[in-house]
């Protein structure tokens, strides 16, 4: 029997030489390089970090540098560099900060690093409530910041640069004494309420609903109805930085809406208001698609509601009570006021009666019940009307918005808009 090399033995028995040349031929091959893997690479636990070659501390002192030297993405840079996960670094990188800023070494601090008193924190929070948020006064962490440093140097005299009320301290301040950061809503001019101005209100409306029927007491408010309304959030992938959404029309795009509706629960038509200069501009809302039967349509230089308008909406009311003694409640929006608006309903029988300056949200039946919920269901059927087909250009368009807006109001019921006045009117 031939002998056999040990070599020439495989797991299965022996090779033949044809076997054997060709594993020569792959020994004599360049190996492939194999690059050496970073440390911790994308998808190892994070408790491998204790087996790092470089301790936390270092790599905070390297962000603190780099973002002293300008350098704006310091955490992606940081990470991406040691191969840290970002959201931990970030996380941890804030609970150092944080700490740093509460604790701070004493070669670092520079001095003295006396704070406020149980008793002169809490002096500070009430000042705070009661003279910014409680008036409605703008105050942010900056103003936090200045006030009690302001604070503090009239306390400590000789120590007035060694507090810096820092982003931890006012971190730790806000919430100690449960504040938060809002996004304002805005408004130009501060309204100081007279009670005594709505309780007369209140007095004005009970009586007319005592003395005229239901039916002639109405209420009116105009609004404006964007062809796509509410905030656009939309549902993408976990993780990703942002989602993408190609629109095909303006979405500040629009137009106005009044709406005018009777303590009786009768809601009148919608009166739809274009901005144009001409008929012309109507055309874009009429059709064989839209019931004109269920809308007014008019149009002004700015799209708001004008005395013209105001004069034909005040003949569509004279319409309904046919010249018998009528209530019509409004906001002070200055058409509303103007003398010559104000001869045309004295003429047909119609008392104005205003919801006091500040007091729409409680005391106005549109915005205590109706305009909200109006506008909530147009946003769902708008959307109904895209997704039947979301590749088309041109389904978010203003007729599309007319047609949800006539459906939306079919869908508020005489028991909603009653409830609206009870609740508004204290019946």
Avoid at 25 to 34: D, R, W
Avoid at 161 to 185: D, H, M, P, V, Y
Wanted: hydrophobic content about 35%; overall charge positive.
């Amino acid at each position: 029997m031939e002998n056999i090399h040990p070599n020439d033995v495989t797991k299965h028995g022996t090779v033949n030489d044809g076997d054997k040349n060709e594993a020569e031929k792959e020994k004599l091959l360049p190996k492939k390089k194999v690059p050496k893997k970073k440390y911790f690479p994308k998808g190892n636990h994070y408790k491998k970090y204790r087996d790092a070659p470089w301790v936390w501390e270092d790599v905070f002192k390297f962000i603190e540098r780099i973002k002293a030297e300008g350098e704006y993405h310091f955490i992606r840079v940081t990470s991406e560099l040691y191969c840290i996960k970002y959201s931990t670094l970030k996380n941890k990188y804030a609970k150092w900060s944080l700490n740093n800023e509460l604790n701070p070494a004493d070669d670092d601090r520079g001095g003295h690093n006396k704070s406020f008193t149980e008793e002169q924190e809490r002096n500070l929070f009430e000042w705070i409530v009661e003279v910014y948020i409680k008036n409605d006064l703008f105050f942010d962490n900056e103003s936090l910041k200045i006030s009690a440093k302001k604070i503090y140097g009239s306390l400590y005299p000789k120590e007035i640069n060694t507090f810096k009320a820092s982003k931890g301290w006012i971190c730790s301040f806000k919430e100690k004494w449960q504040l938060s950061s809002f996004i304002a809503r805005k408004s130009k001019k501060a309204t100081n309420i007279d009670a005594s101005l709505t309780e007369k209100f209140l007095a004005d409306c009970q009586a007319a609903i005592r003395r005229i029927p239901l039916k002639f007491v109405f209420n009116m408010d105009e609004t404006f109805w964007r062809t796509l309304n509410g905030k656009l959030n939309v549902i993408g992938i976990t993780g990703s930085d942002n989602r993408n959404l190609v629109l095909n029309i303006n979405d500040k795009e629009g137009f106005t809406a009044i709406f005018i509706v009777a303590a009786d629960g009768n809601f009148l038509k919608p009166i739809v208001v274009l901005k144009g200069k001409t008929s012309r501009c109507l055309k874009k809302i009429t059709g064989d698609d839209i019931d004109a039967s269920k809308i007014q349509m008019k149009y002004s230089d700015n799209g708001w509601v004008s005395v013209s308008i105001m004069i034909f909406m005040l003949k569509e009311i004279h319409k309904i009570t046919k010249g018998e003694e009528s209530v019509l409640i409004l906001d002070q929006f200055s058409v509303h006021m103007c003398d010559a608006v104000k001869k045309v309903a004295e003429k047909l029988n119609i008392t104005f009666i205003y919801v006091p300056s500040g007091r729409t949200a409680e005391n106005q039946p549109l915005d205590v019940g109706i305009n909200g919920p109006i506008k909530s269901i147009g946003r769902r059927i708008i959307k109904e009307i895209y997704m039947m087909d979301p590749f088309i250009k041109d389904k978010l368009t203003i007729k599309n918005a007319v047609k949800a807006l006539i459906e939306s109001k079919d869908e508020i019921t005489k028991e909603t808009i009653e409830k609206s006045f009870v609740k508004a009117l204290n019946l």
